[in-house]
């Protein structure tokens, strides 16, 4: 068989990139640029090099089968999850070319985004694959890119980043200059606040996720809040053990799904006793006390009121834990901060 190649990406310190400003809007507007990194770049970048690409979706309606064995097929997706995806390309010349258009793009688009790359050609898409995962830790020690504008001494500092300020933005009302890495999250704020909703609309059924840290619940003259950090035990090692196309797919299919089903029971459950909230928090009408900022594979970030911080947790917990995936379980970091 021909020599294919293999592309393993991986996005670097997101929790610093999501939590760089104490602004919420910032927060979901970088949390929507990192789920559009594979569903939305990734899916742009293949289409303006290669045309339309239908079969990108195809790893998940056929896990047992690859396409990327047919001469006609230039790129396929082996899977996307855990912050990774792996990709299949004809050639080494295709998957560099992708590798640049694409870096080029998040430049552009998700300024202040790190990434990391492992390429590797093979004659069996199934062969390899712990090595790639090798390859891909030993590149996030090598190359630590450039992925925001220099601040030099005749620039505007940002006063959200402290980067270089080349965005004009209107913000407290006051037309000011601050970072493309602001200026790029603050544009996405409203896109993100709809993808959860939509991602949860079966549950919320006319509830809703507040758009300020304020209106968490917390009582008059108290502002502190509880931010939530869940992840799950040993998943990398999983993803890292899985021995075939087919194995990986399924395990990043079944987490995803294991997180989404997690986050729908918490919030069903906090609905299901609303009353009792809004009795004892000072909530607006049909608003929860509880704002999602990431959900990715088995990485899950929200905030809360700070009285409820270790209870969600907790409840998030057992409800992961409890989806049918085997030996599933996660553990929490919960900060309490005004």
């Known amino acids: 068989m ?22 919420l809007k910032e927060n979901l507007g970088a949390s929507f640029m990192i789920e559009n990194v594979y569903d939305g770049f990734l899916r742009e970048v293949a289409q303006s090099l290669f045309g339309d690409r239908k079969e990108l979706d195809r790893w998940q309606d056929e896990p047992a089968r690859l396409y990327i064995t047919d001469s006609s097929i230039e790129m396929e997706v082996g899977y996307i999850g855990g912050g990774n995806a792996l990709l299949f390309f004809r050639n ?12 080029k793009n998040l430049l552009l688009k998700a300024p202040g985004l790190s990434t990391a790359v492992a390429i590797e050609e093979m004659e069996d898409p199934n062969e390899k694959v712990a090595a790639l995962f090798k390859e891909l830790n030993k590149n996030k020690f090598l190359h630590h890119p450039q992925v925001t504008l220099p ?6 500092e940002c006063s959200l980043t402290g980067f270089s ?11 000011k200059h601050i970072s493309s890495v602001s200026a790029s999250k603050l544009n996405c704020e409203e896109s993100a606040h709809e993808m959860f909703h939509n991602l949860f609309r079966d549950v919320l059924k006319g509830y809703e996720f507040p758009k300020e840290l304020e209106k968490l619940g917390q009582s008059k003259g108290e502002s502190h809040i509880a931010i939530v950090h869940i992840d799950g035990n040993g998943m990398g090692k999983r993803f890292m053990a899985c021995s075939t196309i087919e194995q990986l797919r399924g395990l990043s299919v079944s987490l995803r799904n294991a997180t989404k089903k997690a986050m729908s029971s918490l919030l069903q459950q906090i609905i299901t006793g609303y009353n009792y909230y809004q009795e004892n ?29 270790v209870y969600f947790a907790e409840e998030f917990i057992n409800a ?17 901060t005004k």
């Open 281 to 309: 928090f000072n909530l607006k009408p049909n608003t929860l006390p509880i704002r999602p900022i990431i959900l990715g594979g088995d990485d899950v970030t929200f905030v809360a009121d700070a009285r409820l911080g």
């Open 151 to 156: 601040r030099h001494g005749i620039t505007t």
């Open 165 to 175: 300020a080349e965005c004009e933005s209107e913000l407290d009302k006051q037309e």
């Open 92 to 103: 080494q010349d295709m998957a560099k070319q992708f590798v640049q258009e694409w870096s």
């Open 2 to 23: 021909e020599k294919i190649a293999a592309v393993l990406l991986d996005i670097t310190g997101i929790q610093r990139y999501v939590f760089g400003s104490n602004r």
């Open 320 to 336: 992961f834990a409890k989806q049918p995936l085997s030996n599933l379980s996660a553990c929490a970091g919960v900060a309490i």
